[in-house]
């Protein structure tokens, strides 16, 4: 072999000497060319690096070609280096995927480099063993079974390299293995997990409910508390970035989104309090990656192309509103201008959540869900004084603004006395002041009428948008799924009640009919004279 297998020690792996020479070569000059003489990272790269030294769980992922495994390696290197003893884990689903992904990548820099590190492998365990007794070790984890090989060791880093692929609870199972000595910490030794990963796979929604929708899609660091469990995870406060990550420049990550972090001070007990975030990563945020592999992105059918090119957490497989694109459908909030028409939308809920959406149409028939109420645990009596509390929220710059809506739909349900209270729903809202009708409750209909108003016109774009200040919509809208057994409807176990009281909502003014005259402003002979025409008889002089 050439200068170049010089300290790689491929002894220690036959399936490497395996290898034709030049195939050997060509690996690893591929590898070798993605870094220059230092290993350094981009721009993107190294914000997640400083995020990550702030939080206890980083989520880094999106688009492939992102440079996931390459940050995974640097920062497992740079803990390996500068803590003496230290300990990480770094995770695939399979010895294949890590073999390919980390191990002969990590063997690559650390011929290149000149790593202080040793490649073993012990009773079937992968080490990168350093000079100062810290180590990487490389694992895998595709059944629980392969848990029990990881409960009794403590690691200071783990790193979960394509953690979609994984079952969360097996996630949260090897975090817990996450602890370091007070020795250790004095060295700046610190308990933390590192996921990467592209959408889809069995934890997607899992990965997108705990880090994607909460951090408002990376621009937002979130503090839980955990102290009933990850999965009762409660947001105890949050830190917005000063601008968007996602779109952010080269020159904008180092001159302001890297300060900001670096000197964030981050509140939180350490003792039920969990630091997370997620930083989305693309494909151009790697400046190393070959214009054809771009292609070959853009030849993918439209779903994964949307996860692999574009790293869209808001499409999966199964997925009922493919047409959602929260990066054309949400739009920032804006004052309602005067003459467009209103109307509302409920669906009721107790121990589930209630929801009302409020919207309005433009002169173009675009509807604006504008304004949200949702939560469970409210009475119908405390529901109604929200909606009409809500109904009186002035403008932006604190003037008063008096709405009239052309309609305000519920969902049949509510008009039964399901309660023997000798009172429905509707009479209990309608006497603190919420006064709905009943929708129109044709669910297939409804939803064609909703997917309709998602559909995006390649000339005109969508016919519905969604106001920022609507969170419960924009993250529930993506989750729901078809029903396995009646595929035309969504299933109804899902949180559903925020786009329930869209579709009725909506079912006031279905897509492609005129809009309704509005009775605002009629004078008594004028609404007279409607409904006699409407009856089909010729209006009579009242004089």
């Known amino acids: 072999m050439t200068d170049i297998d010089e300290g790689v020690e491929?002894?220690?792996?036959?399936?490497?000497?395996?290898?034709?020479?030049?195939?050997?070569?060509?690996?690893?000059?591929?590898?070798?060319e993605a870094v220059g003489e230092q290993w350094e990272l981009a721009a993107k790269q190294r914000y997640a690096e400083a995020v990550w030294r702030k939080v206890d769980w980083l989520f880094y992922g999106g688009a492939a070609g992102g440079g996931k495994s390459e940050l995974a390696l640097k920062h497992a290197n740079d803990l390996s280096t500068q803590i003496p003893g230290h300990a990480t884990l770094i995770l695939r689903q399979?010895?294949?995927?890590?073999?390919?992904?980390i191990i002969l990548r990590m063997v690559v820099r650390k011929a290149q480099f000149a790593l202080p590190a040793k490649l073993r492998k012990l009773d079937g365990v992968t080490q990168f063993k350093y000079d100062n007794t810290s180590h990487i070790e490389c694992g895998y984890l595709a059944t629980d079974e392969n848990l029990g090989q990881y409960l009794s060791a403590e690691y200071g880093c783990i790193i979960v390299d394509e953690a979609s692929l994984m079952a969360s609870t097996q996630i949260i199972t090897v975090a817990s293995r996450l602890r370091v000595t007070k020795t250790a910490a004095k060295l700046g030794a610190r308990p933390h997990l590192?996921?990467?990963s592209n959408p889809g796979g069995a934890s997607h929604a899992w990965l997108r409910d705990i880090f994607v929708t909460p951090s408002d899609y990376g621009n937002r660091i979130v503090v839980y508390d955990i102290s009933q469990g990850i999965e009762n995870a409660q947001v105890s406060r949050t830190y917005d970035a000063p601008i968007t990550v996602a779109s952010a420049t080269d020159t904008q990550i180092d001159n302001i989104l890297i300060p900001w972090i670096t000197n964030l001070d981050i509140q939180a007990d350490v003792e039920q309090d969990l630091v997370c975030a997620?930083?989305?990563?693309?494909?151009?945020?790697?400046?190393?990656?070959?214009?054809?592999f771009m292609r070959g992105l853009n030849a993918l059918p439209e779903k994964r192309r949307r996860q692999l090119r574009d790293g869209d957490f808001d499409v999966f497989d199964g997925m009922y509103f493919d047409e959602w694109r929260r990066d054309i459908h949400v739009v920032p909030y804006f004052d309602i201008p005067d003459g467009w028409q209103l109307a509302r939308g409920a669906d009721f809920g107790s121990a589930a959540p209630w929801a009302c959406y409020w919207g309005a149409w433009d002169n173009d028939g675009n509807c604006y869900i504008y304004r949200e109420a949702y939560g469970a645990g409210l009475t119908p009596i405390e529901q109604a004084r929200k909606a009409v509390e809500m109904s009186e929220t002035p403008r932006i710059d604190g003037t008063p603004r008096k709405e009239s809506y052309y309609a305000s739909v519920a969902d049949p349900s509510v008009f039964?006395?399901?309660?023997?209270?000798?009172?429905?729903?509707a009479d209990m809202w309608r006497e603190n002041g919420f006064s709905v009708t009943r929708a129109k409750n044709a669910r297939i209909a409804g939803w064609q009428n909703v997917r309709q108003y998602l559909a995006v016109d390649p000339d005109h774009g969508p016919k519905l948008f969604v106001m920022e200040n609507c969170p419960n919509l924009i993250r529930t809208f993506p989750l729901q799924q078809t029903d396995k057994k009646h595929p035309e409807d969504l299933d109804t176990t899902l949180e559903d009640h925020a786009v329930d009281a869209v579709r009725y909502l909506l079912s006031v003014r279905p897509i492609g009919t005129k809009p309704p005259v509005s009775k605002v402003g009629l004078t008594l002979d004028q609404r007279f004279s409607r409904l006699i025409h409407k009856a089909g008889a010729k209006p009579k002089r009242r004089w």
């Open 10 to 32: 491929v002894e220690d792996y036959a399936w490497f000497a395996e290898l034709s020479d030049d195939d050997q070569q060509e690996y690893l000059r591929l590898l070798e």
């Open 94 to 101: 399979s010895i294949p995927e890590l073999r390919r992904s």
């Open 194 to 196: 590192g996921l990467f």
């Open 278 to 292: 997620f930083v989305p990563a693309k494909a151009t945020d790697n400046p190393h990656i070959d214009p054809s």
């Open 416 to 425: 039964a006395d399901k309660r023997g209270m000798g009172k429905s729903i």
